[in-house]
C-alpha cells in the first residue's frame, strides 16, 4: 500500500484545514500560464512578500512577454528581482525559457501545452533549463487547468507526517499518492492547504501539535519526519 491512511481520513483532513488555514493570494488561477511561470521561478526559495515585490517591479520595468523578457537587458531583469535572492540564475533561467518559448512554441504556451496530456506538458516544460517539476506543476495546475499536484518543502513534510505519503518517498511519489488520495477537482486546494498548514501550525522544527486541529487523526504527533 502507498500510503497509511484511509481515503475517508483524507477527505476529513481536507475538509478541517479548509475550515482552518486562509488560502495565500500570489498564484491566481487562470493566471497567463508565461505569468505564472515567471512568477514562480522568482519564488524559488524566497518568501511570497519578495516573490511580490520583485514581480512588482519587473512588470513595471517590463511588459510580461516571452518577447520583452528574452530581449531585455539581463542586467535590468537582474536588478528587478534582485530581492528574490539567486538572481543570476532566475534571470538565466527566464531568459533562456522566454527564448525557447519565443521561438519554439510561437510564443505561447497555452497553445502548445493546453491540449497535452499533463504528463506530456511536464515533460515539455522540465525539458527546459532552470525549470524542475514544482515550477512545471504549478504552470500545469494554476494556468493550464492541469490534473498534477506541485509538491513544495511544506507539502512534502506536511504529507509524510500526515500519512499521505511514504516517508522516503521523492517528489514523484509524493505527488502520486497525493493525486491517487485526492481528487482532481481538489488538486489546487490541496496544494494550498498543505502549504498554508506547513507554515501556520505542521513546521519543520516545531510542530505546534497541541494547537493543530489534525491531532486526532495525525499519525505523527510530535512531527516524527
Ligand atoms: S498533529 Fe503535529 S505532526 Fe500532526 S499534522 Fe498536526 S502539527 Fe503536524
Not at 510580461?64 to 542586467?75: K, R
Not at 537582474?78 to 525557447?100: D, M, P, V, W
Request: hydrophobic residues 40%; proline residues 7%; glycine residues 6%.
Amino acid at each position: 500500500m502507498k500510503y497509511t491512511l484511509p481515503q475517508a481520513s483524507a477527505q476529513t483532513i481536507l475538509n478541517i484545514l479548509k475550515d482552518t488555514i486562509p488560502l495565500p493570494k500570489l498564484v491566481k488561477a487562470g493566471a497567463d500560464p508565461y505569468q505564472t511561470l515567471i512568477v514562480t521561478i522568482i519564488s524559488q526559495n524566497t518568501t511570497d512578500i519578495n516573490t511580490e515585490r520583485a514581480f512588482e517591479k519587473l512588470s513595471r520595468r517590463f511588459k510580461i512577454t516571452p518577447e520583452v523578457l528574452s530581449n531585455a537587458e539581463t542586467t535590468e531583469i537582474e536588478n528587478c528581482i534582485r530581492i528574490g535572492g539567486l538572481y543570476k540564475s532566475k534571470t538565466r533561467a527566464i531568459q533562456t525559457a522566454s527564448k525557447i518559448i519565443l521561438e519554439q512554441f510561437g510564443g505561447s504556451l497555452h497553445q502548445i501545452l493546453g491540449s497535452l496530456p499533463v504528463e506530456d506538458a511536464r515533460k515539455i516544460l522540465m525539458k527546459m533549463p532552470g525549470i524542475g517539476p514544482k515550477t512545471a506543476d504549478v504552470v500545469l495546475l494554476f494556468s493550464l487547468d492541469k490534473p498534477t499536484i506541485p509538491v513544495d518543502t511544506h507539502v512534502n513534510r506536511v504529507s509524510k507526517r500526515l500519512g499521505l505519503a511514504m516517508p522516503k518517498d521523492g517528489y514523484e511519489e509524493v505527488r502520486l499518492s497525493l493525486q491517487t488520495i485526492f481528487q482532481p477537482k481538489d488538486y489546487a486546494l490541496v496544494h494550498l492547504l498543505l502549504i498554508g498548514h506547513g507554515r501556520k501550525t505542521c513546521k519543520a522544527q516545531k510542530p505546534q501539535c497541541k494547537i493543530c486541529p489534525l491531532i486526532i487523526i495525525c499519525p505523527s504527533i510530535g512531527g516524527l519526519s
